[in-house]
């Protein structure tokens, strides 16, 4: 585990920058699209990480693959990143942008877990309700999750909404074993 005090001083620069240039949102995107890159291409990740390629090389492979698709800015946080040696910390500090600056736009995640894929229509009607109830822009990651049966399942933050087919069958079977131990007293007196 990384310490955060490593990364953060760069994430809050790189968010600093971008609130200044009343960029959070293009910068965001962009910094996402870096890091699930480089989620993706493990060849490319180990080969910002080897000690033993210098900067020169690095910070062209990054231009040469990024220059298109982001800002100077972003394509600059990435070579300080290289130049100070935090090639490691990169995805985080990268998280930790996201982070801000979903807390400076009053956006919320929320993890929803669905048996099934949802169409576009009941994801948005989802995702309605829940910026309805949290008073916050939603921003959703959907996991389909076999285990759950049917239902929904959703975590905001420290919340969780249970929705879930499996959540009401142990409900169910707690609510039975409490009625059977309920019943073994009655009829025991």
């Given amino acids: 585990m990384v310490p955060e005090i490593v990364y953060s001083k760069y994430s809050q620069a790189m968010f600093d920058i971008a609130n200044e240039q009343h960029k959070i949102e293009e910068y ?7 890091r699930d890159t480089l989620q ?31 800002s100077p800015i972003v394509l600059q946080f990435m070579y300080v990143m290289v130049d100070r040696r935090r090639e490691a910390v990169l995805t985080a500090a990268i998280d930790g942008f996201i982070e801000l600056s ?16 949802l169409s576009a229509k009941e994801e948005a009607e989802l995702v309605a309700g829940l910026e309805k109830m949290t008073g ?3 921003d959703p990651l959907y996991y389909v999750d076999p285990s759950i049966i049917g239902g929904v399942v959703i975590r ?5 909404i249970d ?12 609510a039975l074993l409490q009625a059977d131990v309920t019943n073994e007293v009655t009829d025991a007196k």
């Fill in 163 to 174: 929705g879930s087919l499996l959540r009401q069958l142990q409900d169910m079977e707690h």
């Fill in 40 to 70: 993706m291409n493990p060849d490319l990740w180990s080969f910002l990480l080897h000690p033993l390629v210098p900067d020169r090389s690095k910070k062209d492979t990054i231009r040469q693959i990024f220059a298109d698709d982001v």
């Fill in 156 to 160: 905001i933050g420290d919340r969780l």
């Fill in 136 to 138: 916050k822009k939603i």
């Fill in 28 to 34: 965001g995107n962009e910094l996402k699209t870096i």
């Fill in 102 to 117: 979903r807390a400076a736009q009053n956006i919320e995640v929320a993890r929803i877990h669905v048996i099934k894929p």
